[in-house]
């Protein structure tokens, strides 16, 4: 399936390092979502942008920052994270508030 | 009360049996309602939309009772390839006029055994 891709598919990185994950939707969509799941863990949402404007913060940490360039980009940049902030992030895409789809995800290892 | 609740399981079946899992939901305002099923260590996948008049396809049937605030998801003659998480998830107003955000529950896990 193309409809969400996700980059990279797995990701280890020190705590000092920056990286940043990408997400783009395939769909037309114009809302996108980024949500982190951690093990035997509900999904957390994280992030949300309608129409490139991020309408949802919920009290995420400043260490991830959110970008949207164009409502088919969507990337989450990560920096001087802590081992507790590994788990894999999705990224999910709507048409406004209906059913969303998901990216198959960036399995992230903090160490 | 949660948002959205369901029963963690685990739901232990044997293979052609019938399961079912419900789903509540608090906020009498929301309007669209979906399950989705997660295999380990990947994405969660939609499985089916939920309408007020009930949705069938193939072995899987969701209903939505409005009354009393919950989903259902029906598994006939469920398969070994049934085993996954399912999750329920509810298109919920947010702040904003008119705004709405679709809110997961934790899962359902179902283990179809041979």
């Known amino acids: 399936e193309t409809g969400v891709t996700q980059t990279p598919r797995h990701l280890v990185m020190g705590m000092t390092n920056k990286k940043s994950l990408k997400c783009e939707q395939h769909?037309?969509?114009?809302?996108m979502y980024w949500y982190k799941q951690s093990a035997k863990k509900p999904l957390e949402l994280m992030f949300v942008?309608?129409?490139?404007?991020?309408?949802e913060n919920n009290s995420v940490p400043s260490r991830f920052s959110p970008e949207c360039p164009n409502s088919s980009h969507l990337f989450l940049h990560l920096h001087t994270l802590q081992p507790e902030d590994s788990a894999l992030y999705l990224c999910?895409?709507?048409?406004?508030?209906?059913?969303?789809?998901f990216g198959p995800g960036t399995r992230l290892t903090v160490t | 009360r949660k948002e959205v609740e369901q029963d963690p399981g685990p739901f232990n079946v044997p293979e052609g049996a019938t399961v079912a899992f419900n789903c509540t939901y608090s906020n009498s305002a929301s309007q669209s309602f979906f399950w989705y099923r997660q295999d380990c260590r990947k994405e969660p996948k939609l499985l089916m939309s939920?309408?007020?008049s009930g949705n069938e396809d193939g072995r899987f049937t969701a209903q939505l009772n409005r009354a009393s605030q919950y989903i259902s998801l029906l598994i006939r003659d469920s398969k070994l390839s049934d085993s996954a998480t399912y999750l329920c998830a509810v298109n919920t107003p947010y702040s904003g006029a008119g705004s709405y955000q679709l809110t997961f529950g934790k899962g359902t896990k179902l283990s179809v055994i041979p």
């Open positions: 939920v309408y007020s």
């Open positions: 999910a895409s709507s048409q406004t508030s209906d059913e969303q789809y």
């Open positions: 769909l037309g969509h114009n809302a």
């Open positions: 942008y309608n129409f490139k404007e991020q309408t």
